[in-house]
């Protein structure tokens, strides 16, 4: 005998087709981060994103990103409510999962009658049976705009990844040209860098993923934010070994010498963790990083007495088209001769010119000495 759930349910995905509204232009065929080939019947106008981090990624394709996105999920990993009302514009884009998969409602997914699914590896884990055969049993593609995972196993380099990203939103939203364009970009701004840096040693740096008075000493790992990092002309300590992350024994970091403390910050302030991103003011992010330096031992560091203490925005990593300026301002606190006249200011200026309707404001870092 069905029970009422499962009636509700089975009406829900009865009226799915008739809830739909129809996509634009011809069919054709992506190629995902997955490597999976999906075949959209045209644009999508009916979008659910399972990272809504990736609203970043549209608008930088489209004017208006938001008007074609029916809901989303892992809100709180844009860590900006400032940046999540830019994105939302007065609308209140539906929410069908928190920041975990198990979080994820099928129903809910179904009830806003999307054209398409974009999802992450750490959100819709492959396995039989699970998110995306369900989806696709429904007739609902799916697209993997991240396949990031903390597994000790070779991947794709964060440039990379971030190409692959880009070129793949610009499939979805028929805007390759625009996408090239920023690829174009980054590359020629990366390219400079890499140019500067030729001959330069590496910076030893403590790299902290998750900075908060309350639970030290979190490092960033090889993958990503050590990739990043020795993009700009440094390297991790040498006991970090993990690939996305590390907690450090506080003894070990006070011991292990090292030039720069870089730290993150955010749009929330859980645990004294420092308040920075777009529309926080400077000073309450300074603020925040003479808090973690004011943690025991900090102050005998090398870094902390030589004033080269930093904090980011961790958008700066987390959203893949900023990675150029996460790469940029850590190359001129590394590397101060010889980046002096870089201003990443002017390349967010010219990303906010060229590329985004809506400009990305500042700060996007600070420094503890002004």
Same mark, same amino acid.
């Given at each position: 005998?069905? %029970?009422?759930?499962?009636?509700?349910?089975?009406?829900?995905?009865?009226?799915?087709?008739?809830?739909?509204?129809?996509?634009?232009?011809?069919?054709?065929?992506?190629?995902?981060?997955?490597?999976?080939?999906?075949?959209?019947?045209?644009?999508?106008? =009916?979008?659910?994103?399972? #990272?809504?981090?990736?609203?970043?990624?549209?608008?930088?394709?489209?004017?208006?990103?938001?008007?074609?996105?029916?809901?989303?999920?892992?809100?709180?990993?844009?860590?900006?409510?400032?940046?999540?009302?830019?994105?939302?514009?007065?609308?209140?884009?539906?929410?069908?999962?928190?920041?975990?998969?198990?979080?994820?409602?099928?129903? *809910?997914?179904?009830?806003?009658?999307? %054209?398409?699914?974009?999802? $992450?590896?750490?959100?819709?884990?492959?396995?039989?049976?699970?998110?995306?055969? =369900?989806?696709?049993?429904?007739?609902?593609?799916?697209?993997?705009?991240?396949? /990031?995972?903390?597994? %000790?196993?070779?991947?794709? *380099?964060?440039?990379?990844?971030?190409?692959?990203?880009?070129?793949? !939103?610009? #499939?979805?939203?028929?805007?390759?040209?625009?996408?090239?364009?920023?690829?174009?970009?980054? %590359?020629?701004?990366?390219?400079?860098?890499?140019?500067?840096? /030729?001959?330069?040693?590496?910076?030893?740096?403590?790299?902290?993923?998750? $900075?908060?008075?309350?639970?030290?000493?979190?490092?960033?790992?090889?993958?990503? &934010?050590?990739?990043?990092?020795?993009?700009?002309?440094?390297?991790?300590?040498? *006991?970090?070994?993990?690939?996305?992350?590390?907690?450090?024994?506080?003894?070990?970091?006070?011991?292990?010498?090292?030039?720069?403390?870089?730290? $993150?910050?955010?749009? !929330?302030? $859980?645990?004294?963790?420092?308040?920075?991103?777009?529309?926080?003011?400077?000073?309450?992010?300074?603020?925040?990083?003479?808090?973690?330096? /004011?943690?025991?031992?900090?102050?005998?560091?090398?870094?902390?007495?030589?004033?080269?203490?930093?904090?980011? &925005?961790?958008?700066?990593?987390?959203?893949?088209?900023?990675?150029?300026?996460?790469?940029?301002?850590? /190359?001129? !606190?590394?590397?101060?001769? =010889?980046?002096?006249?870089?201003?990443?200011?002017?390349?967010?200026?010219?990303?906010?010119?060229?590329?985004?309707?809506?400009?990305? *404001?500042?700060?996007? &870092?600070?420094?503890?000495?002004?």
């Amino acid at each position: 005998m069905i %029970d009422r759930r499962q009636f509700c349910g089975g009406l829900l995905l009865a009226g799915l087709g008739a809830g739909r509204l129809a996509v634009a232009g011809p069919s054709r065929t992506i190629t995902d981060l997955a490597g999976r080939t999906v075949t959209l019947a045209g644009t999508p106008r =009916r979008i659910i994103l399972l #990272e809504a981090r990736d609203l970043f990624t549209m608008g930088l394709l489209q004017a208006d990103p938001a008007a074609s996105v029916v809901g989303w999920a892992a809100v709180d990993r844009i860590d900006s409510s400032v940046l999540q009302a830019q994105f939302e514009r007065g609308r209140r884009i539906p929410v069908v999962g928190k920041q975990a998969p198990t979080t994820i409602s099928l129903e *809910g997914i179904v009830n806003l009658a999307p %054209d398409l699914v974009v999802a $992450s590896a750490f959100m819709a884990p492959p396995g039989q049976g699970g998110l995306v055969d =369900r989806l696709a049993s429904l007739g609902i593609p799916v697209v993997f705009s991240d396949v /990031a995972s903390n597994a %000790d196993a070779p991947q794709a *380099g964060p440039i990379d990844t971030l190409r692959r990203h880009v070129r793949l !939103w610009g #499939e979805i939203l028929d805007a390759r040209d625009r996408a090239a364009a920023y690829l174009a970009f980054v %590359d020629a701004h990366l390219a400079e860098v890499a140019r500067r840096l /030729a001959g330069a040693a590496p910076v030893t740096t403590y790299l902290e993923v998750q $900075s908060t008075v309350d639970d030290c000493c979190w490092a960033a790992g090889k993958q990503v &934010w050590g990739e990043l990092l020795a993009l700009a002309g440094g390297q991790p300590l040498p *006991g970090v070994t993990a690939p996305w992350f590390q907690k450090l024994q506080r003894e070990y970091l006070l011991a292990t010498p090292h030039d720069v403390y870089i730290a $993150s910050g955010g749009g !929330w302030a $859980s645990g004294g963790r420092p308040a920075i991103g777009p529309g926080l003011d400077p000073a309450q992010g300074r603020e925040g990083l003479r808090r973690l330096v /004011a943690r025991p031992g900090f102050a005998d560091l090398a870094s902390t007495r030589d004033g080269r203490v930093h904090g980011i &925005w961790t958008g700066l990593i987390s959203m893949a088209p900023l990675n150029i300026l996460f790469v940029e301002i850590a /190359a001129k !606190w590394l590397h101060p001769d =010889r980046f002096a006249d870089l201003d990443p200011a002017q390349t967010l200026a010219e990303i906010n010119r060229r590329f985004l309707a809506a400009p990305l *404001g500042g700060p996007l &870092w600070v420094s503890l000495v002004e």
